[in-house]
């Protein structure tokens, strides 16, 4: 039996040269197999992509079984609170594309930042104008959001207890304009228990629907170190938990989306609670530890700079310095341990030990001086920095002032200066400006080594003392042999 012949494009070509009427049929049968290849070819990438941007749906079903869809790709966020940590966090969502709300109840903190102007200096002039966050103070903005994240102070009052009032009035606030399949992520410092058992009903009383159902929580601790530039919040590790296996899915993708140096899964929001609260609680303590040390030294006659030195020789030495510890994290994060313990009937000794210890030393430190001044009484004073940290302006429990009234409760004259405050601030906060350039002084009490100061450099300490003055160096950070014709003290 002949091979039937193969007709190729050669046979057709043929076939259409020797009838033109046939040719013209196949043509016209060749374009309509043309179009009919290119439209389904757009019916696959259509496809395709539908199927691609369905994957990143999780459906979350509600309490009618309606199920509400939460997009990984670009949900839109809500940052309640627009201080140290909400702003940069608004910023690194927004910078990555994802819709972005600012909320703050600061009008003034509105129009500021909407001008380009950030007074934490976390975010520059240019970097709050490169992303398109939306900063509104009035919180029907908040309708349009399907996570939002909590951001909110969480400080202690006057007796060192923990006061949660801000973070209570931001939840009802949320509660009263999140929408169903909404998941609330709180970052504020709280004790263990908290989100579920506080912040959790908040939402439920504000909102009229159940948590598990209708909305979710999670819980994802700041680590914000204010005026770091190297640890800023895209470069810390970030760790993450939800109210259960859907939500905690949700926010690693989220956060690790923008979270450079990585996330790490908790496995329940209480564990993630009680991991934040002791990684301040724990640094207190060490810096305690050291407190004490230093007094020990001092009893001794010896440097406490010195004899950390030798110690830091060996591997595993923790290298902590004595100093003030104030701020609204590490002097204030350890009384919410505290507090949780009371509430289950412990007695948290050593952490408390660590914060009363702390506490103590801003009277040590005036009292240091004292005696190390002939004449106390009427001896003009300036003290050098008066925010809680270096380089950073803010002064929130910042031990300075307590320094500054014990010295002026001995009849001291005390003038003071901080690069973050003009003379109007300072004189509202009930201080007297001064400056290096404004001495003699019969002592300079250096707490808070901003870069200014050392800049300046230890001539202006020179200069601005009187011959035989005290320069009293808290951090030990200036070089004693280039003060000459100064006594020379440091915790």
Aim: include cysteine; proline fraction near 5%; charge should be positive.
């Amino acid at each position: 039996m002949p091979t039937p012949r193969r007709r190729g494009n050669a046979g057709i070509g043929c076939a259409i040269s020797a009838c033109g009427r046939k040719g013209s049929a196949s043509r016209k049968r060749r374009r309509k197999t043309r179009r009919l290849y290119r439209n389904l070819s757009e019916a696959l990438s259509l496809t395709d992509h539908i199927l691609k941007k369905v994957s990143q749906f999780t459906l979350l079903r509600s309490r009618r079984g309606v199920y509400t869809v939460h997009t990984l790709d670009r949900p839109t966020i809500a940052i309640i609170g627009l201080g140290y940590v909400g702003l940069p966090l608004a910023h690194a969502f927004a910078k990555h594309g994802y819709p972005t709300i600012g909320y703050d109840i600061s009008r003034k903190r509105i129009e500021t930042l909407k001008a380009g102007e950030d007074w934490t200096h976390e975010l520059t002039p240019e970097q709050l104008r490169e992303v398109p966050i939306r900063f509104d103070v009035d919180p029907a903005i908040l309708k349009d959001a399907d996570i939002f994240i909590v951001a909110l102070p969480t400080p202690i009052d006057e007796e060192n207890n923990p006061d949660i009032a801000i973070l209570k009035a931001g939840t009802e606030t949320v509660g009263k304009h999140m929408k169903k399949g909404a998941i609330v992520v709180f970052e504020s410092t709280v004790w263990p228990g908290t989100t579920e058992e506080v912040c959790g009903p908040i939402l439920e009383k504000a909102s009229g629907m159940t948590c598990g159902k209708d909305f979710t929580l999670g819980y994802s601790p700041e680590r914000i170190n204010p005026g770091d530039r190297e640890h800023t919040v895209t470069k810390i590790k970030k760790v993450v938990s939800g109210s259960d296996a859907k939500t905690t899915d949700i926010l690693m993708e989220l956060y690790g989306a923008v979270i450079e140096a990585g996330v790490h899964r908790a496995p329940s929001i209480k564990v993630a609670e009680m991991a934040k609260a002791i990684e301040n609680a724990q640094r207190d303590l060490n810096i305690a530890f050291i407190n004490e040390i230093a007094k020990f030294c001092h009893r001794l006659g010896i440097e406490t700079a010195d004899v950390l030195s030798a110690s830091r020789t060996k591997w595993n030495f923790l290298p902590f310095s004595p100093g003030l510890v104030g701020g609204h994290c590490i002097g204030v994060d350890p009384y919410y341990l505290v507090e949780k313990a009371r509430q289950l009937g412990m007695d948290t000794k050593v952490i408390a030990a660590g914060r009363a210890l702390n506490d103590s030393m801003a009277t040590f430190v005036a009292e240091e001086v004292l005696h190390a001044l002939p004449k106390p009484k009427a001896a003009r004073i300036l003290v050098l920095g008066l925010t809680f940290k270096e380089n950073v302006p803010d002064n929130r429990n910042s031990k300075s002032g307590e320094v500054i009234a014990a010295l002026r409760k001995a009849g001291c004259v005390v003038e003071a200066h901080d690069p973050s405050f003009d003379e109007e601030r300072m004189k509202a906060l009930g201080f007297i400006p001064g400056s290096l350039r404004s001495g003699p002084y019969d002592a300079i009490v250096f707490l808070v080594p901003h870069r200014e100061y050392l800049a300046a450099g230890e001539g202006a300490f020179v200069k601005a003392t009187k011959e035989g003055g005290l320069i009293y160096d808290l951090k030990s950070l200036l070089d004693p042999k280039k003060l000459a014709g100064r006594r020379y003290l440091a915790l």
